[in-house]
């Protein structure tokens, strides 16, 4: 039993640390202090605005903008519509969704200026879109973006006159391709007295909010972040994962019109996204909250701010469960290569080679097994379907279950005997080796690696009982940390690739090894195939029941055009 006892403890610890993570605060009631974001005052604009679906060109769309013009203007900024035509695309497209029923040809921003003292300085702005996609009430996407905005306003209003002006760009035609800030940025005289953007979206119904994206050569504008934000949500993993994805928000915009800037939102309970279950009363409260919360802080402090930040070199930069967040310059990591060379070469001092060879042989295994095994396994749920996409994005969770079960068995077919220090620095080599090759390649992603491979070359390194603490430590550290980034990966990339994850199972695994008492083959075995079957099981769990009337992304007739998964994604 006592050989078990490390292990457990690391576990458990882990999975609250996850936890702690991943859930985003409570909601402050609509009577917190005036100068304080309340989730319980946004949702009042939150509950008027996603009443009902309200697309580009449609009565509804009409009358949410009234409401949100009026608050501006009760707020004391200087507010004005701006109609524009619509390109024909987006009119083909709204055609698509609508199955010709409706068919706009003119799209409207609203824009809206709260003085600050120096209306010569660069101004911050707030930006999210105010349209939905045909047959969702959007009250994540963007709703929540917009109320936002507008309890932001009135929070920045009660802390005194800020020192710069503060705008608010709410664009119209998002849904339809970002049109509505591509007019923006491309004609509205405002735009040149813009200093830096905050904008806002969402890709599900809840969950923590994240800075995603920031404009590049960020380094002093992630340090004014991480100065104002006392709960942050950021990584440059994110950044780098969604570089790569055909993804856009209105931000692209902002960026491609050199205006540099912030990008917030959060992909939680993604079978809302694009839902017409995507009321109000669905729509996480802790998620607006968090988005508010750093949103007015990070606002706050740029309006205040004697200068807006320059570029300066990009940063490596992850939060620690959301508690506080970690940034430093790029070429750390060599020295974090370095740092794990010289670990692990020192451990394996006096070693045999021969089982260095089987431990790095077995951590390959468990990845290329691993990968294997999810990809037929998603096979089998049917989630990697294009067709059923969306149907997919509300059993996330499911699938991430259905990961963690193929992780476990090949974990128990691979590593379940009395681990040794050399497969231990063995199992470390090829990991080393993949975040070597991202510091060359993605060195803003490679901490993901680097981190906790320096963390368990030092715990392999430490004696006696003190060792067995810090071991301890460290491997519900890092298995805490990996099983808290795999849920946003998950949820990052949708279910069509949940293999995504095998990285996370890699370092969380080696992290396993400093407490894992290892087990004998029979009951390694039982285990294994006990948590494969579990893995089936929940497979066929998703492909069977695909909950249909959970998701629909088009109108409510289930027969209409789908809407494409390419850009724009939120």
């Known amino acids: 039993m006592k050989l078990w006892t490390g292990f457990a403890l690391a576990v458990i610890a882990a999975l609250v640390l996850a936890i702690i993570g ?12 005036a100068n304080a974001f309340s989730a319980a005052r946004a949702m009042a604009d939150v509950r008027v605005i996603a009443a009902r679906p309200h697309a580009t060109g449609t009565a509804e769309n009409a009358e949410v903008r009234r409401h949100i013009v009026e608050r501006l203007r009760a707020m004391g900024l200087e507010t004005r519509e ?56 959007g009250a994540s996407d963007d709703t929540a973006g917009v109320a936002t905005i507008l309890e932001t306003v009135r929070a920045v209003r009660e802390r005194g006159l800020a020192k710069r002006d503060l705008i608010v760009i709410l664009t119209d035609a998002e849904e339809l391709g970002l049109s509505g800030a591509e007019a923006f940025f491309a004609s509205d005289p405002i735009r040149d007295r813009v200093g830096t953007i905050v904008n806002m979206e969402a890709r599900g119904g809840g969950g923590r909010t994240t800075l995603f994206e920031t404009s590049p050569q960020n380094g002093a504008a992630i340090a004014l972040y991480a ?39 959060f992909i939680g309970r993604p079978g809302l996204y694009h839902s017409p279950k995507a009321t109000p009363d669905a729509l996480d409260q802790g998620a607006l909250q968090d988005m508010g919360g750093q949103v007015l802080a990070l ?41 794990i060379v010289l670990g692990l070469g020192y451990a394996a001092r006096g070693l045999r080679g021969k089982q260095m060879a089987e431990g790095a042989a077995r951590m390959v295994l468990l990845i290329l097994g691993a990968a294997l095994a999810l990809f037929l396994l998603n096979l ?67 901490y993901v690696v680097l981190v906790p491979l320096v963390l368990v070359a030092l715990a392999i390194n430490l004696k006696g009982a003190a060792g067995k603490i810090a071991g301890g430590v460290i491997a519900a550290l890092v298995l805490g940390y990996e099983v808290y980034l795999g849920h946003f990966v998950m949820q990052g990339v949708g279910p069509s690739i949940p293999f995504a994850t095998v990285l996370q199972l890699a370092l969380g695994s080696l992290a396993v090894l400093l407490v894992w008492p290892g087990v004998g083959k029979p009951m390694g075995r039982r285990l294994a195939l006990a948590a494969l079957a579990a893995a089936v099981i929940i497979s066929l769990w998703v492909r069977l029941d695909p909950m249909a009337d959970t998701i629909a992304i088009y109108s409510n007739d289930k027969a209409a055009e789908p809407i494409p998964i390419t850009k724009p994604a939120a």
């Open 82 to 137: 701006t109609v524009l035509p619509l390109p024909l695309r987006s009119t083909e497209r709204m055609k698509g969704w609508s199955k010709g029923v409706h068919a706009p040809t003119e799209m409207v921003n609203i824009v809206g200026v709260l003085p600050g003292k120096d209306r010569s300085l660069p101004a911050v702005a707030l930006m999210a879109h105010h349209d939905t996609v045909w047959g969702s009430p």
């Open 227 to 265: 100065d104002a934000v006392s709960r942050p949500g950021a990584s440059s993993l994110a950044t780098f994962i969604y570089s790569v994805l055909p993804n856009d928000t209105d931000l692209s915009v902002s960026l491609r019109a050199s205006k540099p800037g912030y990008n917030f939102a």
């Open 380 to 446: 089998l749920s049917g989630a990697g379907r294009e067709a059923n996409y969306y149907d997919r994005l509300a059993a996330i969770a499911l699938l991430e279950g259905m990961a963690a079960a193929a992780s476990v068995a090949f974990y128990l077919l691979l590593f379940r005997i009395q681990q040794i220090k050399a497969r231990q620095i063995g199992a470390a080599l090829p990991l080393l080796l993949i975040g070597a090759s991202a510091q060359a390649f993605a060195p803003t992603a490679a």
């Open 299 to 339: 606002t706050d402090a740029l309006l205040r701010a004697d200068q807006l930040p320059a570029p300066a070199p990009d940063v490596v930069l992850f939060d620690v469960f959301g508690l506080f967040l970690v940034s430093y310059p790029v070429w750390i990591g060599w020295l974090m290569v370095g740092a």
């Open 22 to 33: 991943t859930t985003p605060p409570g909601p402050l009631p609509a009577n917190s202090a």
